[in-house]
C-alpha cells in the first residue's frame, strides 16, 4: 500500500481518518491518566497557541513581539523563583532544560581535560542520564536516603578531580522529594561547583506550598549556590506542550550554550537553546495562563491538588492491600502493593483503562494527581487499585 499517495483527501476524508487513528488515545479529560506529569493545559494558553502558529521562537528578529513576550516569560518565572534580573531561555521541557544545564557545567571547565563528571543523586530523571550521554559526559551517582532525598555527604564524598557540576532534584520524578538543596549548595560552594537544580516538576508546586504552609521548602535561587534552575510551564504550570524553562543565575552560564548562527540576524543570531526552529506560540500561551491565573490561581491549583493527593494518602494508609513508599510532599505519590506483585497489579489497572506508571526506585506504582483529576476520578481509581491490589492470583 502506498502511504503517501499522489491524489490528496478532501478535508472532511483527513479529518475523518485521523479521527479514527486518534481514538486510542487516552486523553487528559477522561481522567484515565494519572501518572503524568502533564495535564490539560488551560483554555486560554490552547487558544492563543492555536492563533499563533506560524510563530517560529527561533526567528526573534522576525517575530520580535514573541521574543518580548518569552522575556516576560522568563521574568515571571525568574520572580517566582526568587531572581531578580534572570538569564534563560524558554525550552521544549524537562529534558531539554537539563541537557543545557549539564552543556553549562561542561562549558564552564573547558580547561579541565580528561572524561568530566556530573555528581546527582540515584532518583535524578533519566534526561540527566541523557544528558549525560549527548555531551559525553560522566554521570556519577549517589546514594539516597530512606526518604529517598539525595545525601550531601555522599555528594561531597563523590567529588574528584574530573567533576565539574552537580544536579540535585526539587520535586523527583518517582515521589516527588525535594532533596536537601541548601546543604548540597553548600557544599557545591565550598568546592566552587555549579549546582543546577531540576525543579521541571517541583517550580510550578513548591513555591505554592510554601505559601499555602504546607512545606517549606528552600529550592531556588533564595539559596547560595544554586547557579541554574529549571521548570517546565507545560507540567504544573499549565501551558501548552511544549513549554519548559532554564534559568541561570549570571549571564556567564547562559552565555556558555550560546552558539552564533552566522546567517541569522539579529536576535535571532544568537540561540541559547538546543532546537533551532521551535514554537513560540506555547511561549505565548504560557505567557497569558501565567498572566490569567497569576500566583493565586496557581495556589488555588496546589490546593485542590494536594487534598486529593492526601484522600488518597488517607484511603492507602490504612488498607491491607496497599501502603505508601513515603508521606506525600507533594502531589505524587509512591503506591506499593502488599498482597499481589505490583506488576500483576499494575497490569490489572491498565487493563482497566487507567494509564499509570511503574516506578523502579522504590519498586511502587506512580500517581501524579493533576488537576484533571476530579474528586470523582480519584475515588474511581482507589476503588480499582484496592480491587486490583486485593486479589491473589489462583495459581
Ligand atoms: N526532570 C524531571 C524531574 C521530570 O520529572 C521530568 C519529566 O517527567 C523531566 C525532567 C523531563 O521533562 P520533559 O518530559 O518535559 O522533557
Not at 479514527?20 to 477522561?30: E, I, K, P, W, Y
Not at 522568563?74 to 531561555?89: K, N, Q, S, V, Y
Request: some cysteine; charged content about 20%.
Amino acid at each position: 500500500m502506498q502511504m503517501f499517495e499522489d491524489k490528496g483527501l478532501t478535508t472532511s476524508e483527513v479529518t475523518q481518518m485521523l479521527q479514527s487513528l486518534l481514538a486510542d488515545d487516552v486523553g487528559f479529560a477522561s481522567g484515565r491518566p494519572v501518572a503524568s506529569m502533564s495535564t490539560e493545559p488551560h483554555s486560554l494558553g490552547v487558544e492563543v497557541f492555536s492563533r499563533s502558529m506560524e510563530k517560529n521562537a527561533g526567528r526573534f528578529h522576525t517575530f520580535a513581539g514573541s521574543a518580548k513576550v518569552e522575556r516576560e516569560v522568563i521574568d515571571m518565572i525568574g520572580d517566582l523563583l526568587h531572581l531578580a534580573e534572570p538569564f534563560g531561555t524558554t525550552t521544549s521541557g524537562g529534558t531539554e532544560s537539563n541537557i543545557l544545564a549539564m552543556l553549562s557545567h561542561r562549558e564552564a571547565a573547558r580547561k579541565k581535560t580528561g572524561m568530566r563528571e556530573i555528581i546527582a543523586s540515584k532518583t535524578v530523571h533519566a534526561s540527566v542520564d541523557k544528558a549525560a550521554w549527548i555531551l559525553g559526559m560522566k554521570l556519577v551517582k549517589t546514594e539516597v536516603d530512606d526518604q529517598f532525598k539525595a545525601v550531601p555527604d555522599a555528594i561531597e564524598h563523590a567529588i574528584g578531580p574530573n567533576t565539574v557540576g552537580i544536579f540535585a532534584t526539587a520535586g523527583t520524578t518517582y515521589l516527588g522529594q525535594v532533596d536537601p538543596i541548601e546543604e548540597i549548595a553548600d557544599t557545591a560552594s565550598k568546592h566552587r561547583l555549579p549546582l543546577h537544580i531540576d525543579a521541571a516538576f517541583g517550580g510550578f508546586v513548591i513555591p505554592f506550598l510554601n505559601d499555602l504552609g504546607i512545606g517549606h521548602h528552600a529550592f531556588d535561587f533564595q539559596v547560595d549556590g544554586v547557579t541554574s534552575v529549571s521548570t517546565d510551564p507545560h507540567k504544573m504550570g499549565l501551558g501548552p506542550i511544549p513549554c519548559g524553562c532554564i534559568l541561570f543565575r549570571s549571564e556567564r552560564h547562559l552565555k556558555t550554550v550560546t552558539r552564533q548562527v552566522p546567517y541569522l540576524r539579529g536576535a535571532s543570531a544568537f540561540q541559547p537553546t538546543l532546537l533551532g526552529t521551535r514554537p513560540a506560540g506555547s511561549i505565548l500561551g504560557t505567557w497569558a495562563v501565567m498572566k490569567h491565573l497569576g500566583r493565586s490561581g496557581y495556589r488555588s491549583i496546589v490546593r485542590q491538588c494536594m487534598k486529593r493527593t492526601m484522600n488518597i494518602k488517607d484511603r492507602v494508609e490504612p488498607s491491607s492491600t496497599l501502603s505508601l513508599a513515603i508521606q506525600p510532599v507533594m502531589n505524587i505519590l509512591g503506591i506499593k502493593t502488599k498482597v499481589v506483585s505490583l506488576e500483576l497489579a499494575t497490569q490489572k489497572m491498565e487493563d482497566r483503562g487507567w494509564r499509570i506508571d511503574l516506578s523502579p526506585l522504590p519498586p511502587t506504582m506512580r500517581i501524579v494527581v493533576m488537576p484533571h483529576m476530579t474528586d470523582g476520578t480519584v475515588n474511581a481509581l482507589l476503588n480499582d487499585l484496592e480491587e486490583a491490589a486485593g486479589t491473589v492470583p489462583s495459581d
